[in-house]
């Protein structure tokens, strides 16, 4: 069966990749450092922001944006060209990661937020460090140190909201994080449909359908016409200023 194509809406996107079999990916500090190296390049060859990063041992998490679709061709790069350092390295072969990497489309701010301090405590969850400031492997410490901030987070949403605020960064970052509300805000950003990824959609056009349209059941009829025209949930949600959700329970109760 051939592979659904991936989802490539312009935005924030959450990123997990995990080793094959579960196995160690990262071993020693140069590895780290070498995929930073290889992240921090492509980000700017492909014109991605990272807004925040946490490499474990045998997984690691992204948040990133993107202002092309070109989510797909900046991981095949980044993933292929760690593999082959990693292999070479310890003379070994065969496939480095667990079969495609993992994406969850940010729908809104409130899911952005979490993520960032969900992405950033990793370390803290499993017991590898009492402090995140001490995890040298994400982009939180970074954050901290604003001279030193690499070129790839120069653009990311906590450099440029809190600059070098370091005590505003700390609150941020260390809030406890929901997980009931994180899986909740997961779950709503895998309604996100695009059926034509190469395509941005016709804002101008969709924003018509709808336009002075007040009856809810009319409403809800052309929330259904513009999901069989190939407009993605997210895209309907945003031009009625209601939750992407709300879209999916017209189109489950209609079962379009």
């Not at 496939?95 to 969850?104: D, E, I, M, V």
Request: aromatic share 12%; with cysteine; proline share 4%.
């Amino acid at each position: 069966m051939a592979r659904r194509p991936r989802i490539e809406n312009i935005g924030y996107y959450h990123i997990v990749n995990r080793g094959v079999e579960q196995r160690v990916v990262f071993k020693e500090k140069e590895d780290f450092e070498q995929f930073e190296t290889l992240m921090c390049f492509y980000a700017k060859n492909f014109g991605v922001v990272i807004h925040n990063y946490c490499l474990m041992s045998n997984h690691y998490h992204l948040l990133i944006e993107i202002t092309h679709p070109n989510l797909s061709k900046f991981m095949r790069q980044l993933n292929m060209n760690y593999a082959i350092y990693f292999n070479k390295k310890y003379k070994r072969s065969g496939h480095l990661w667990q079969g495609r990497f993992k994406s969850w489309y940010v729908t809104d701010e409130a899911y952005l937020y979490t993520l960032m301090r969900y992405i950033e405590q990793n370390p803290l969850k499993a017991n590898m460090i009492k402090d995140i400031v001490h995890y040298p492997y994400s982009s939180y410490h970074y954050f901290l140190d604003h001279n030193h901030l690499p070129e790839c987070l120069k653009g990311s949403w906590v450099a440029q909201n809190y600059k070098d605020d370091k005590k505003a960064i700390e609150a941020f970052l260390s809030q406890p994080v929901d997980m009931t509300q994180l899986q909740e805000l997961k779950k709503a950003s895998s309604l996100v449909e695009a059926p034509n990824i190469d395509h941005k959609p016709d804002m101008p056009k969709l924003q018509k359908m709808f336009a002075d349209i007040t009856d809810i059941k009319k409403r809800n009829k052309q929330i259904l016409k513009a999901i069989e025209q190939g407009y993605s949930q997210h895209s309907i949600a945003k031009v009625l200023g209601i939750s992407q959700p709300a879209v999916y329970g017209v189109v489950k109760r209609n079962k379009v």
